[in-house]
């Protein structure tokens, strides 16, 4: 029978040793987030159902666990930013199909590095690892993101979410990945976008191109929907969500833009943050750069709340920078009109005292619409 491994471990060459132990002995990996409260790991690996859980001090044996497919690689928890995080079932051929169609895209070379400094309980931070153990490559992995040990590693390649791309220096890397939230604008030439989820193995389109294998459409309501060999088996003990020629419906709402002849995909959201205020749409992501924008905005953040008038209004959702004078709404709404439609501009404001995010950096918004207090 083929088992379940949780891998309650941080990352680093130990947690490398425990993966590859587990998969020479037939067996998937569930990796536990180091970080997360005691009552909420343990509600994640009752609803996994292993069969093991392995820790620097040995392996303890569970009772009831379901046994995975052979040829099962890994399972992973989504991000969970739209409710309960779900097991995403990854395969051996779809995580090789992943490394092999990224080597195909960036070229690896006999002298390559790969460093991965991501939280290896997400997708991020495990693909690396899985790149370099599928390709052979040289390999460092961190316990987590850090600025200076990440410039000494002397890796060539690394994948990063922006807020840790904004604290290195990328021209000491030869390629880098960068994804998990919005990209910064205006990245070096050997730095690519990605786009990818959880079910997909990591990024499978890169800086607007599919990678080799990856089939993409648009629907009629401009919803992205993929293919490829990279994609999930199932969601654990839930079932498969492709659909019966391999499409996954993605969630995300995106199109096409032409550039030197070569087409190339746009993410605009989540299908489920577009605002639709009065009738007019509204993304979050534009609102919240022009309000960055603002001097005593430490960090920002837009959603819609659901109104009687309106159908949805637009909030922002502000931290403000230490000492700093809190910024009015009338503010916020002159600063956003220079850039956007008025129908864009907030029509409430929210102070808090950080904004809630993924590992990688993904705004909870569900969690800020909930505690949205009522306009008087």
Known sequence: MNRLVVLD????????????RTWDDGDAAFVLDQRLPRAAALRIVSAMAPSIIRTDSGDTAVDHGSPVEPGDAAV????????????????????????????????IRDDDHWLACLPVAHVGGLSVITKALYTGTKLTVLPGFDADAAMASGATL???????????????????????????????????TTYGMTETGSGCVYSGRPLRGVDIRIDDEGQIHLRGPMLLREYRH??????AEGWLATGDLG????????RYLTVEGRRGELINTGGEKVWPEPVERA?????????????????????????VYLVP?????????????????????????????????????????KIRRA??????PQLQ
């Open 321 to 361: 920078k230490s000492g700093a004078p809190v910024p009015t709404l009338d503010e916020l709404r002159g600063l956003v009109k220079e850039t956007l439609p008025g129908y864009c501009a907030p029509r409430q404001l929210v102070v808090v005292d950080e904004i809630p995010k993924t590992a990688v950096g």
């Open 238 to 243: 839930l079932g498969d969500p492709k659909d």
């Open 9 to 20: 471990l941080p990352g680093g060459q130990t947690f490398v040793d425990a993966l590859k």
């Open 291 to 315: 309000i960055l924008e603002h001097p005593s905005v430490a960090d920002a953040a837009a959603a819609g709340v659901p109104d009687p008038e309106w159908g949805q209004r637009v909030v």
């Open 255 to 262: 199109g096409w833009v032409e550039r030197d002849g070569e």
């Open 367 to 372: 969690e800020l619409v909930k505690a949205t």
């Open 158 to 192: 690394a994948s990063l979410v922006p807020t840790a791309f904004a604290r290195i220096d990328p021209f000491r890397f030869r390629v880098l990945l960068v994804g998990g939230a919005k990209p910064p604008e205006n990245m070096p030439s050997h730095c690519f």
């Open 76 to 107: 992973i928890a989504t991000s969970g930013t739209s409710g309960e995080p779900k097991g995403v079932v990854l395969t051996h051929d779809a995580m090789r199909a992943s490394a092999e169609a990224t080597t195909d895209r960036i070229g």
